[in-house]
């Protein structure tokens, strides 16, 4: 990575990191309802925990909403500057990086170490939890390649400049 | 108005209990190790190493 790219990048992974989670959350959380935050420790069996899940759920999507505006912010800083190498290449690597960052730190922390909940509550650690770290990886390696493969013509800007 | 049926209070209870702050900084955990990523890449790994990705507004 040249750095020139480096403030798009970094923008890019946290914005991405951010919206990951939002998918995370409305996809699992909410339309397929397989889990919620703390469902390896408290299980939806009556009205009360699912509404304490639904606190958690908030407390969950609370944090992702501000990685989202950070990154927002981030990007709209490195915009402003002419001696940034800004491409849809960079960037689109920089968001699959975030996202794959969120999935593979959020799933080892949250589903493999500190067993907050599951990808599937009912399965417990289950082949999706090891097929969502990897999709975290296939994620970051595809958004690396992306980043790397516009290093080239991020230094042969800067040594134009 | 906060609910005050006996579910909210157990919701209450539920979510207000000793483990609260332990069961928040669990609930967070990733964030601070995606910022801590983040900010390596934006400020360059390892430190003074290359030119730092600070704020230089053209």
Known sequence: MHDSQRP????GVVLGAGL???FDGILFHQLLQVHNMLTGRIPKDTIANVEIQM???GMFHAATWLLTVAGMWMLFRA?????VHATGKTLLGGLATGWGL???VEGLIDHHLLHLHHVVERLGVSIFDWAFLASGVALIAAGWSMIRSEA???AQRAGTR | MVCDTPTGEAVRAGVFDGSFVLTAMATLSPLPVIAAIAAAIHFGWPPGGTRAADDEHA
Do not use: E, L
């Open chain 1, 8 to 11: 798009v990048v970094s923008a």
């Open chain 1, 20 to 22: 990951g989670g939002f």
């Open chain 1, 79 to 83: 915009a402003r500057r002419r001696d």
């Open chain 1, 55 to 57: 606190f958690w759920d």
């Open chain 1, 102 to 104: 969120f999935n593979f």
């Open chain 1, 152 to 154: 080239g013509s991020a």
